[in-house]
């Protein structure tokens, strides 16, 4: 399978934990983004990489919310001191430079 | 006001129905418009681009209206699978990064 893989698939954590989460993009694709969707509504925007360089976050993403892409690759999105409001399915896209997105399953977190 | 607003629906019609979507964008420096599908507790999938000049895929027909703002997706001859949420979707740019989602038209297709 060659599409954008995200790891895990579901995560379930204590409020005030960290979580990291990890995507995977289709390999030849320099573009990553990420995504929250919570029910009923589209994916929202967070921040998004070309290669490594990360170059826009949105106002969305708080100073808990990290993500990298080290070496251009995979790409991993961190939450730190988890909150009920963070649970949501985080979703992964990836494009070749352009705008078509390929998304990733989603890690669905909950936050208890 | 949204930045993408959709009509969420639902939208319920027999097989062989034709329903159309229509979808508002409040940026004028949009480029580029998209329609995704998302089924339940699945990841969105890409439907078709949308150009100015308005294209179709088989059973479904996407336009653009730069003048009011707005793009469309026509569906003839509905099936039951396409039973889904369809997404709208607008970037700023030809080659911008960031893309804005709508929440989404459910529709089901029934028997």
């Known amino acids: 399978d060659t599409g954008v893989s995200q790891n895990p698939r579901h995560k379930i954590t204590k409020r005030g934990q960290n979580v990291t989460f990890r995507c995977d993009p289709i390999s030849e694709h320099n573009r990553l983004y990420w995504y929250r969707q919570t029910l009923g509504q589209g994916p929202e925007f967070l921040t998004y990489f070309q290669n490594e360089a990360q170059l826009e976050k949105s106002r969305l993403l708080s100073d808990r919310f990290s993500a990298e892409r080290p070496k251009g690759s995979f790409s991993t999105l961190e939450i730190q001191r988890t909150e009920q409001g963070d649970s949501a399915m985080y979703l992964c896209?990836?494009?070749?430079?352009?705008?078509?997105?390929?998304f990733g399953p989603g890690t669905r977190l909950t936050v208890l | 006001r949204k930045e993408v607003e959709q009509d969420p629906g639902p939208f319920n019609v027999p097989e062989g129905a034709t329903v159309a979507f229509n979808c508002t964008y409040s940026?004028?420096?949009?480029?580029?418009f998209f329609w995704y599908r998302q089924d339940c507790r699945k990841e969105p999938k890409l439907l078709m681009s949308?150009?100015?000049s308005g294209n179709e895929d088989g059973r479904f027909t996407a336009q653009l209206n730069r003048a009011s703002q707005y793009i469309s997706l026509l569906i003839r001859d509905s099936k039951l699978s396409d039973s889904a949420t369809y997404l709208c979707v607008v970037n700023r740019g030809t080659n911008a990064g960031k893309s804005t989602f709508g929440d989404g038209t459910t529709l089901t297709v029934k028997p």
């Open positions: 896209a990836s494009s070749a430079l352009g705008d078509t997105q390929y």
């Open positions: 949308v150009y100015s």
């Open positions: 940026n004028s420096a949009s480029q580029s």
